[in-house]
């Protein structure tokens, strides 16, 4: 899963960074309103960890335009330090789908990130399977016939990318900003070092060497024979 966390105080917003990838997950960040609709608009995002004061554009407007956009739209878990009724019913309003007042602890923003996901009426999931291929998107666990597969963080977002695709091609650039971030591209040879990881670790586990398909010239997908 890949997450923007749009936070203009550099501790807070490093803690948060550190914290979300602990526990599995691709992250961006920025420090302003401006620069996250940027981002939103040039890439995907499953969810968006949003304080309301910041510099350029405050969380409220960047909620209210990007619920204009006519792109994916993820979820917006509101940061706020205004504990005030009035305050967190006009970030509901304004499109966001929950709220969370700061200094909060880290085992209650895993829990509301958890509720979201559970309630979200959008196509997220927490579990994917393809056939005996299992991956959760709560940390970094995956397996292959119950067994675990011990997967980097980058071969999890990778594996996640491939799974949601259902059997459809991912191309390289569908993988890279999957797994990457904006500023650390990395060539075609990285991506496909990953993914003889991946097979790597697969087969170690017992999984068909073409569970993982190369379509040449194009990206990787998974053999529908297996699902």
Known sequence: MKVLIVEDAPVI????????????????????????????EAGAFDLVLLDLNLPSLDGLEVCR??????????????????????????????????YLVK?????????????????????????WRWGLLMLTLDGRSASYDDQDLHLTPKEHALLE?????????????????AAW??????????????????RAKLSAAGAPPDLVETVYGVGFRLNASHA
């Open 161 to 177: 990318s491939l799974l949601k695709a259902a059997g459809r091609t991912c191309s390289k650039d569908q993988l890279i900003e």
């Open 181 to 198: 971030h904006w500023a650390d591209v990395p060539g075609n040879e990285s991506v496909k070092t990953h993914v003889k990881n991946i």
């Open 65 to 98: 335009r990007l619920r204009r956009l006519p792109i994916n739209q993820p979820l917006v878990l509101m940061l706020t330090a205004r504990d005030s009724l009035d305050d967190n019913v006009t970030g509901l309003e304004q499109g966001a789908d929950d």
């Open 103 to 127: 200094p909060f602890e880290p085992t209650l923003l895993r829990a509301r990130i958890q509720a979201l996901l559970r309630r979200a009426s959008r196509p997220l999931q927490h579990d």
């Open 13 to 40: 917003r490093d803690a948060l960074i550190e914290l979300l990838e602990h526990w599995g997950l691709v992250t961006e960040a920025c420090d302003d309103g401006l620069k996250a609709l940027q981002l939103l």
